[in-house]
Nanobody
């Protein structure tokens, strides 16, 4: 069974930092690009960051560029999201996901991901 397990969420003050982790079971997503997406209350799920499995290239949403960093450990089949300078508007449930896709900009659309974790809550207080 496909399983992605996120950890590292929590409550932090504005300006603080958190590091999220997502471990994929077995060979799940081992040849997939891995990403983080988030969903705030009352809003649509949105793309945050992606790391391409073949090239290691990374892409970020404009709202997090310069503050968040996505990294991956292929040996551990794990992806991380280092979040710094957190803002109240970063409050959301953060999901990791993976996909075997190609082409320009596919990663921006949540519907293009094949597997999802259960999500971890990140709350940033002002």
């Amino acid at each position: 069974q496909v399983q992605l397990v996120e950890s590292g969420g929590g409550l932090v003050q504005a300006g603080g930092s958190l590091r999220l982790s997502c471990a994929a079971s077995g060979r799940t997503c081992s040849l997939h690009s891995k990403a983080w997406l988030r969903q705030a209350p009352g809003k649509e799920r949105e793309f945050v960051a992606v790391i391409m499995w073949s090239s290691g290239r990374t892409y970020y949403a404009d709202s997090v560029k310069g503050r968040f960093t996505i990294t991956g450990d292929n040996a551990k089949n794990t992806v991380y999201l280092q979040m710094t300078s957190l803002k109240p508007e970063d409050t959301a449930v953060y999901y990791c996901a993976c996909a075997a896709r190609s082409g320009d900009g596919w990663y921006m659309e949540p519907r293009n991901y094949d597997y999802w974790g259960q999500g971890t809550q990140v709350t940033v207080s002002s």
